[in-house]
């Protein structure tokens, strides 16, 4: 069996009651409360309030992992909250796909891979472009089921993880939708190939020259956060040079654009993006939407008639 | 510890070499016993208010950003309007439960921890009513940390005036203790851009007040500390968004750059400045401008009356006194070290673009809590008038020498306005001073662990200063409230502990932080 995030560093017990993560947290500006963020988290395990008392806190965490990037004592608070879910039932219920037979492993010899993830699968439209675009393949197994068990903070194992891995060996490059298994895939396999479909369409020539000034870019918040010291430089470029605004606060963090747990992501629970999205857009004079996640396309089009498309669609045939 | 005795005697176990015969009260308050809680706790529910008493909720708020004074409250409330906070207010004179409010919780001294009875988390109200562009002014709920509200301006190009250089400092929080920026020196603290404030008093009355209207509980709230009304909402005056120019003087000695600093501040020669040390080996006087004019104005007439130098200059001058110095070598690699950690945080290109500083808070912030802060973070301070900071800051730093290998000073004037002197009586702001009041923070490096002992004494020396001099405290409170007394004087205390008593006879509204 395999623990998704074995080597966390930090934990709470390093939580210096800073509040730093309060800043950049979307559910903490939903709900204004401390006890629904990594600072109160940490506060009250570190005066012993046992993890079972903290259920609804730890699961309403979108794992955005903007708090990250900004933590002083560079906690992996993401990895910190998957760390309390594995101590909780799964808010969901959880499945990992069999390992597939031998003889159907698919050939990836130096191809670009795409893992699509479920929500580009569900925008043909940006999907097929994105493929078109990149000249990429699609992976057959797109471990979707490994991000949401990641997501659930439960134990994969090491069939599965073999299975999804192992064709993905001698791919050129891996392109990764889901910024959690892009996070995850990179800690996995440290020197392999692995970037963010942000940042694969956005160097692209083809799609980079149609970003223009009034557009609002919209980067992929967990990818970023994951990697944000690497990337910053590259989407402040990114940004200076096509006059684009993105969606990054005064501290250069991503404000994800929107603020759903795993239940209202899967479509279980009702999801409560209003304050989020509408802050995103508050005061800004923008008009059209780019965005990296397909997943955040219809959350802008509830709050607003602005045009809303993905990155990969900014390619003209 | 009871330490009362002992200073009877004359001499204090805790701080041998500190001044005697001053009742040591630096010491977590008695936990409230929690009478009639269950009654209460009853009523402000049927009051409609959420009261939540969970170990979850409680345990969030058990100590603040010092972590040296630890109290649960017995139930916490999330602020979400003046309206609340007043029915809670109301019901606990009633019962007599003591209430603490809380912003960022970054004090030191345990004046936003409860020992017991009710914690209002004033960051639940943290929204803005109105920014208004015309009048550069924004109305907004006080629970709003400063970053943002920052945010939230940036978007229409406008910025606040002066506030923290700290990202998780509460407007409330500075309102009520004043909030020093490296723009102080020019424009006052943060407290002095409150031009109305909705509170609501200790019994439960929710009040606007300004300079012309209930100006009595307007002078009273700001600076107040919290013992006289719970600001709900404040209008600020604001202004245009400008990025700053910074540059930076490096010094051997805190007088000359104390003295030069002084100088800046008194020709009004630039838009921010402020000393930053390591130990008393490298001074940094920084100075910073928001426009071209302004710097342009400092280049040709101040500049070379600056004694410090500039980074080359100044290694090129250290590099012969640590040389012949060889019991100082640790030290000075030690500063190598601090340098290359710092500076290049100063300079972070998403940060600085240009040569110019996009937002010195996020800078200034980001690398104080990354290269300060701790579990446990020790700052005692001294405010002073301008004629008594050098000394202040020497001895200061001497008691820094004495206790611990490394440390950092901070040093910022405050620009004081004549028709706020009601607001500064009984407050960080010293007596004597006129013109400017100076403050330097003295904060230890935690390199290792140290005992609380050692760390209590530390403070008691620091605040013992203040006494002598006859000076005051930004820290003003909580577990040093002990030299509130003594320093200020026994007719400033009684006559403002009279005042309490009116506004709130039960004493209930953080009655663990002054009186």
């Known amino acids: 069996m395999v623990a998704p995030l074995p080597n966390v560093r930090g934990d709470f017990a390093a939580c210096s009651g800073c509040s730093l993560c309060l800043l950049v947290c979307p559910v903490w500006r939903r709900t204004r409360d401390l006890r629904y963020t990594p600072h109160g988290r940490a506060k009250a395990l570190q005066n012993g309030v046992p993890v079972g008392e903290l259920k609804d806190s730890i699961d309403s965490c979108t794992l955005c992992g903007a708090c990250e990037p900004v933590c002083p004592e560079n906690i992996d608070l993401v990895d910190m909250t998957l760390n309390l879910r594995a101590q909780l039932p799964p808010s969901i219920p959880l499945q990992q796909k069999a390992a597939p037979a031998i003889n159907t492993t698919p050939d990836y010899h130096g191809k670009r891979v795409l893992l699509v993830g479920r929500a580009l699968r569900e925008h043909d439209v940006a999907l097929q472009k994105t493929i078109k675009v990149l000249g990429c393949v699609i992976a057959d197994d797109d471990g979707f ?6 997501e659930a903070g439960a134990t994969l194992t090491e069939a599965r993880r073999a299975a999804f891995l192992d064709p993905l060996r001698h791919a050129k490059q891996i392109i990764v939708a889901d910024g959690l298994l892009c996070r995850t895939l990179q800690r996995w396999q440290p020197r392999a190939n692995i970037i963010s479909l942000g940042i694969a369409l956005s160097r692209h020539a083809s799609v980079r020259q149609h970003l223009k000034h009034g557009d609002l870019y919209v980067i992929e918040a967990r990818a970023y956060h994951a990697n944000v010291e690497g990337l910053v430089r590259y989407y402040d470029d990114l940004r200076f040079d096509t006059g684009c605004a993105m969606n990054l606060d005064l501290q250069r963090i991503a404000i994800p654009a929107t603020a759903r747990n795993l239940r209202q992501r899967l479509g279980i629970d009702t999801p409560d993006d209003d304050a989020q999205t509408r802050w995103l857009l508050q005061g ?17 089009k509830a709050v607003g008639d602005l045009p809303v498309v993905h990155l990969a669609e900014l390619a003209h045939d | 510890m009871d330490t009362s005795s002992s200073s009877h005697t004359g001499y204090c176990p805790v701080g041998p070499d500190s001044l005697t015969q001053i009742k040591r009260q630096q010491t977590n308050p008695a936990r409230w016993n929690g009478t009639h809680w269950p009654d209460f706790a009853a009523a402000l529910r049927a009051a409609g208010v959420e009261l939540l008493e969970t170990l979850a909720a409680c345990g969030a708020f058990a100590t603040d950003a010092g972590g040296t004074a630890y109290g649960m409250p017995h139930g916490v409330v999330i602020a979400r309007d003046a309206q609340q906070i007043a029915a809670l207010l109301k019901t606990a004179q009633q019962f007599g439960v003591p209430v603490t409010v809380r912003g960022g919780g970054l004090t030191t001294e345990g004046e936003s921890v409860a020992f017991g009875g009710v914690l209002l988390d004033m960051t639940g109200m943290s929204h803005v009513v109105k920014v208004d562009a015309k009048t550069l002014t924004v109305r907004t709920q006080t629970g709003i940390f400063w970053h943002s509200l920052a945010e939230e301006l940036r978007r229409d190009g406008l910025d606040y005036l002066s506030a923290p250089l700290n990202l998780t400092s509460t407007v409330g929080g500075s309102l009520n203790v004043g909030g020093i920026d490296v723009n102080s020196p020019r424009l006052g603290c943060s407290a002095d851009q409150a031009v109305a404030l909705q509170v609501v008093t200790p019994t439960g009355e929710i009040i606007e007040c300004s300079e012309t209207e209930n100006a009595a509980q307007f002078q009273r709230a700001i600076l107040g500390y919290g013992q006289f009304c719970v600001i709900t909402e404040v209008t600020l005056k604001i202004r245009r968004y400008t990025p700053v120019r910074m540059q930076y003087f490096y010094y051997a000695s805190l007088r000359t750059a104390v003295e030069d600093l002084q100088m800046l501040d008194h ?4 838009d921010y400045s402020g000393i930053l040390t390591m130990m008393d080996t490298a001074v940094n006087l920084l ?17 070379s009356r600056l004694r410090g130098h500039g980074e080359l200059g100044f290694a090129l001058r250290a590099l012969p006194y640590f040389l012949v110095r060889p019991w100082k070598w640790a030290e000075a690699v030690y500063l190598l070290r601090r340098k290359n ?30 290269y300060w802060g701790s579990r446990q973070m020790v700052i005692p301070d001294l405010a002073t008038s301008t004629e008594k900071f050098i000394a202040a800051v020497e001895r200061g730093n001497a008691v820094c020498r004495k206790y611990f290998p490394y440390y950092t000073l901070y040093c910022v004037g405050i620009k004081l306005r004549d028709d706020h002197k009601p607001h500064y009586e009984l407050s960080c702001i010293p007596p004597d001073a006129s013109g400017w009041a100076y403050g330097c923070e003295f904060e230890p490096m935690m390199d290792r662990v140290y005992s609380r002992d050692h760390l209590q004494s530390f403070k008691n020396e620091i605040y013992d200063i203040g006494v002598d001099l006859g000076a005051s405290y930004y820290r003003f409170g909580g577990m040093m409230k002990g030299y509130i007394r003594r320093a200020l004087g026994d007719e400033v205390v009684d006559r403002h502990l009279a005042m309490k008593r009116k506004a709130d006879p039960a004493m209930i509204l953080n009655r663990n932080v002054v009186f």
């Open chain 2, 341 to 370: 950690l710092l500076f290049p945080e100063f300079r972070r290109p998403e940060y600085v673009r240009n040569g110019l500083m996009q937002d010195r808070t996020v800078v200034f912030s980001r690398a104080v809590w990354k």
């Open chain 1, 284 to 300: 800004r004079k923008v008009t059209r939407i780019v965005v990296e996640d397909a997943g955040d396309m219809a959350a802008f």
């Open chain 2, 287 to 303: 100075v910073a401008f928001d426009s071209d004019e302004r710097e342009a104005a400092f280049n040709s007439r101040w500049k």
């Open chain 2, 267 to 270: 020709d009004d020669a630039s």
């Open chain 1, 145 to 150: 089921d490994i991000a949401l068990n990641i």
